[in-house]
């Protein structure tokens, strides 16, 4: 049947009438919506009172068509105007006072100046009444101008022998007086008021300066002054007078607190610190006044700030005179005191504050005390190149690489460490009743137990971990307690995993393998501490692994439930860790057996390889726990070491590849190892012959490995008629490459015409087999081989051809070449996904 119109005409004609409909019904909305505006406008403001014909213009109306062009409020565009003139007219007033004198002495200009001043000061009172605020705030910034230009002219005419300093003292306490009493006079203005309280910051500033006062004068200053604006803001409610005086009240105060802090640390003496703790306790109460009725921000900052004075106005006197070191300990202890503050009675913000501020002391002196503890975990590496020189001079500060003037400065750390730890395990063991004693403080939701047990656990090994190099023991008893810490660490972890306490766990953890890494690399110094503390080591951490073994257990039936279940996860992580950590124990207990015995490093390699064997068969005995892989993979790592070590000699690199090959062969007898360690174990023993080969001298690779090539293509062809499914790289990977890959890299080096031509043939009957056959080992290498093989051959020529053309050709073709595969890209990938799936397909 035929449709009249076509289909596809018919389709386009539907595609334009609703094109014609949608342009129709946008058309519609905005007509209607323009309808709504002009039936529904909005409420016009009451008239202002005395308005007069002063009042607004009524709104424009909007277009009747599309949405209304924006335009700037007039009452933007009016204070814009008003701002500029008032500072165009406060520029005038400068300069007709300062620079253009004019005929008139100073004081026609004082005269004139005064009368203006008047008639701005007076004007702003009209304008209010007639309802123009924004043009009496100008008038009134313009007669605050011109009152400082007053005071300027005063001091010129009556007293010009007075000290700018101290008049200017003077004239900004009158100003701060002047401006409040008109702000106040004229309370919808919203300017006088703000300089009020921004001239009042200025009085007694410039009176410490006009006496030539000392840092304690300007301190006090500072801190009344902060005391003034404190007062304003807590009781004033005008929010642009509240912003000013509290802006006021953090800059001068946190100056004079500065100033103060900078005397009470200097002080020698406790009677020289008695002042600045006194100015320091003043900003304190200060601060402690205003927090208590301020809003929950500046009432914890507020308490924050009071703790910390209180801590630098008695820690300043307590520790006047005593080493910087030992003056930490003076403030953790002060600091530590504020911790009454949860029974005293103070609103909950500002007890917060308080206790805060505890927090933030105890932290400094911590942070104080940690380079200590990076010298001494860190410090052995500075002396990597001296393994086995002996026992170091100066015991274990001579270890550590650092002489007794740089620990002169850190005796403090280890009770600075071992104070704090013992405070967080008391919060740890008594939470509870901490909570309930804090009242309103501390919320009983927010029990940081745990991480209280976890700050003790951590802080205590750190001080025990600085105090043999502190204290100045010999290298051997700072050797032997590292180790015992290292395997108090493990015992910890195990017994916090096994009891579920996995933040506590953790940490002992995370301590241990810090304290064994350490304590490692400090014992490379001596050759009996390297075996006695691997070996420590190694046994502690196969033991860990063990123990572990029962709780990491779950995850070896239901690996599935790891991921939601940390309480398994995370003991099963630790026993990985562990055991790979005893692994390495043994790698370096064997390469230093191969020290011992006086061989080269290459000659050492084989005695390496122990440790792989050992974890070959431990992987067998684990099974399929989780834990195997890990471990296999450590021992692997140390087969990679011997392998590295034995590179400067090809014999014995042969010896050890082939012995890795045995390896990865016993490994592949497991099935859920055999995908990869098969493939390993094939590389590896064709690796080890090409460099047996190599090692011989042998310059026809082809009479060893063909006879080992053709067995291998007919066990492949055997296995493909068995099981036409397998892989072309199982049955004939193998075979190929132990002759193609030799055989190319004779080629390479063979100044002669026939081998190449012989390998190159060989290359493409194999590449157009594969292609035939559709097996994909063949194709690839045979066309790999080809490739190379040709390449090597036109190298020569193309060299001599590039030598000859221009210079600016090459990266002309190369330009070209892009351009070319920029236009045709999408095809370029099409054509790259068929080779892909092609390849795919094949076998």
């Known amino acids: 049947m035929e449709h009249v119109p ?24 905005v007509r209607r919506a323009w309808l709504v505006s002009v039936l529904m406008p909005p ?117 010009p022998e007075a000290g700018g300093a101290g008049f200017a003292a003077v004239a900004s306490a009158v100003l701060a007086v002047l401006w409040c009493a008109y702000g106040l006079l004229l309370d919808r203005l919203r300017l006088p008021l703000p300089l009020a309280v921004v001239s009042a910051q200025l009085p007694l500033l410039l009176w410490a300066w006009s006496a030539g006062a000392g840092a304690s004068v300007f301190g006090w200053a500072l801190l009344l002054t902060a005391a003034l604006d404190c007062a304003i803001a807590v009781r004033i409610t005008r929010l642009p007078v509240r912003v000013t005086a509290c802006v006021g009240c953090w800059t001068t105060g946190l100056l004079g607190l500065l100033l103060a802090l900078g005397q009470s640390v200097s002080a020698g003496s406790a009677p020289a610190a008695l002042a600045p703790a006194a100015l320091l306790l003043t900003g ?58 949860v029974r005293a009675p103070l609103p909950r913000p500002v007890g917060q504050g308080v206790l805060w501020a505890s927090a933030a002391v105890v932290a400094t002196a911590v942070l104080d ?67 309930r004693a804090a009242g309103p403080v501390v919320s009983p939701g927010a029990s940081w137990r745990g991480a209280a047990g976890a700050v003790a656990l951590g802080l205590g090994w750190a001080g025990l971990v600085v105090s043999p190099a502190v204290l100045g023991f010999p290298y051997a008893a700072a050797v032997a307690t590292q180790s015992v810490l290292a395997a108090g660490a493990f015992a910890v972890a195990v017994a916090g995993l096994r009891r579920g306490a996995g933040v506590l766990g953790t940490t002992a953890l995370v301590c241990a393998l810090a304290g064994a890494v350490s304590t490692g690399f400090l014992s490379l110094a001596a050759q009996g501490a390297t075996y006695a503390v691997f070996g420590v080591l190694l046994v502690v951490c196969a033991v860990t692994a063990v123990l572990l073994d029962g709780v990491a257990g779950p995850l070896a039936q239901s690996p599935a439930a790891a991921p939601a279940a940390p309480s398994v996860r995370l003991p099963w992580i630790a026993q990985t860790v562990a055991a790979c950590g005893a692994v390495l124990c043994a ?24 440790v792989p064997v050992a974890t070959v068969l431990l992987g067998a005995r684990l099974g399929s726990r989780p834990s195997a892989l890990p471990v296999e993979l450590a021992g692997a790592s140390a087969a990679a070491v011997a392998i590295c070590m034995a590179l400067p000699d090809r014999p014995f690199l042969a010896l050890v590849l082939a012995l890795c090959g045995v390896l990865s062969a016993g490994t592949a007898v497991r099935a859920e190892r055999r995908p990869v360690a ?33 067995p291998a293509l007919v066990v492949g062809a055997l296995r493909r008629r068995r099981d036409p499914e397998a892989s072309s ?86 330009g070209l070449l892009l351009v070319v595969v920029g236009a045709t890209y999408e095809q370029r990938l099409r054509d790259a996904r068929r080779l892909k799936e092609t390849l795919g397909r094949m076998r």
């Open 729 to 814: 790289w199982a049955a004939y990977g193998p075979g190929l490459a132990a002759t193609l890959v030799p055989s190319l890299f004779a080629a390479w080096v063979d100044p002669h015409w026939l081998r190449p031509l012989l390998l190159g043939a060989a290359a493409l009957v194999i590449t157009l087999a594969g292609a035939r056959l559709r097996l994909q080992a063949l194709l690839l290498l045979g066309g790999a081989v080809l490739a190379l093989d040709a390449l090597h051959e036109l190298a020569p020529y193309v060299v001599q051809v590039v030598g000859a053309l221009p210079r600016w050709l090459p990266p002309a073709l190369a």
């Open 284 to 341: 304190a109460a200060i601060a402690l006044a205003g927090a208590w009725r301020a809003p929950t921000g500046f009432a914890v900052a507020g308490g924050l700030l009071a703790g910390l004075c209180g801590v630098a106005a008695v820690g300043g006197v307590l520790r006047a005179g005593a080493d910087w070191d030992w003056s930490v300990p003076v403030y953790l202890l002060c600091g530590v005191a504020l911790l009454v503050a």
């Open 678 to 710: 098969g493939y390993l174990a094939v590389a590896l023993f064709v690796l080890a012959a090409w460099v047996r080969l190599s090692a011989s001298g042998v310059s026809d690779p082809e009479a060893y490995t063909l006879p080992v090539t053709v």
């Open 6 to 29: 076509p289909p596809a005409e018919e389709l386009a004609l539907l595609d334009r009438e609703l094109a014609r409909l949608d342009a129709r019904r946008s058309q519609l909305l």
């Open 43 to 159: 409420a016009a403001p009451a008239p202002p009172r005395f308005a007069g014909s002063f009042g607004p213009p009524p709104p424009a109306p909007a277009a009747p068509f599309g949405p209304p062009v924006a335009r700037a409020e007039q009452r933007s565009a009016q204070n814009v105007l008003l701002t500029l003139g008032g500072l165009l007219l406060a520029i005038a007033a400068i300069a007709f006072t300062l620079v253009s004198w004019g005929h008139m002495g100073i004081g026609g200009r004082s005269a004139v100046l005064a009368v203006v001043t008047l008639a701005a000061l007076a004007t702003p009172a009209v304008l209010l009444r007639r309802g123009l605020s924004s043009t009496a705030e100008s008038l009134a910034a313009l007669a605050s101008v011109l009152m400082v230009l007053d005071a300027y002219a005063l001091h010129r005419v009556a007293v």
């Open 587 to 610: 790698t370096v207990l064997a390469r230093a057996l191969g020290a011992s015995w006086g061989l080269p490093v290459h000659q050492a390699a084989p005695v390496l390889l122990v």
């Open 369 to 435: 005390a940690l380079p200590a503890v990076g010298v001494s975990l860190l410090g052995p590496v500075s002396r990597l190149g001296e393994v086995w020189s002996g026992v170091p001079d100066g015991g274990v500060r001579g270890a550590l690489g650092a002489g007794g003037p740089a620990w002169s400065h850190m005796t403090a750390a280890p009770v600075v460490l071992l104070a704090v730890a013992g405070l967080a395990a008391s919060a740890h063991r008594s939470w509870d009743r901490l909570v």
